[in-house]
Structures are given as C-alpha cells and as structure tokens.
C-alpha cells in the first residue's frame, strides 16, 4: 500500500455549528427513549448504527437523522 501524497480537511464552519444541534436533540432522544428500552441496550449505540446502515440510502443531513431516529425508536423499543 502506497503512503499518501496529500491529505485535506474540510473546515466548514457552518458544520460545526449545526453538530451542537445534532447532539442535543441525540442526547434528548437517548433520555426520551431511556424508560422504554430493555436494560443493556445502548440506545446512543444503536441510533449510530443506524445511521451508518443508511448512510447509503438517505446520506447525511437533518432529514437523513430524522427518519434514522424513528427506525432505530421502533426497532430498539
């Protein structure tokens, strides 16, 4: 495996604004999920591997975390 010439980061500032949002509203799904998920369960952990699992089909954004939220919701309850 050749090393890389180059590496770039991209430092969109308007991401880093919106990330606060999207912690929050993961930590407030974590807390209204909490009472109605089995004990052991990961809820944070389950919510990223859903995303990652339709990361292909709906990409990144607030819709895409949206619809994440309400299958891993169904799934992990």
Same mark, same amino acid.
């Given at each position: #495996?050749?090393? %890389?010439? +180059?590496?770039? %980061?991209? @430092?969109?500032?308007?991401?880093?604004?919106? *990330?606060?949002?999207? !912690?929050?509203?993961?930590?407030? %799904? +974590?807390?209204?999920? @909490?009472? /109605?998920?089995?004990?052991? $369960?990961? $809820? !944070?952990? &389950?919510?990223?591997?859903? *995303?990652?699992?339709?990361?292909?089909?709906? =990409? /990144? =954004?607030?819709?895409? %975390? =949206?619809?994440? #939220? #309400? *299958? &891993?919701? $169904?799934? $992990?309850?």
């Amino acid at each position: #495996m050749a090393p %890389f010439d +180059c590496l770039a %980061f991209d @430092a969109d500032d308007t991401l880093w604004h919106s *990330e606060d949002g999207f !912690q929050a509203t993961e930590a407030a %799904f +974590c807390e209204l999920l @909490a009472p /109605y998920v089995s004990a052991g $369960i990961d $809820i !944070q952990a &389950a919510l990223t591997a859903t *995303e990652r699992a339709n990361l292909h089909t709906y =990409g /990144y =954004g607030v819709k895409a %975390f =949206g619809l994440s #939220m #309400m *299958e &891993a919701a $169904i799934t $992990i309850s």
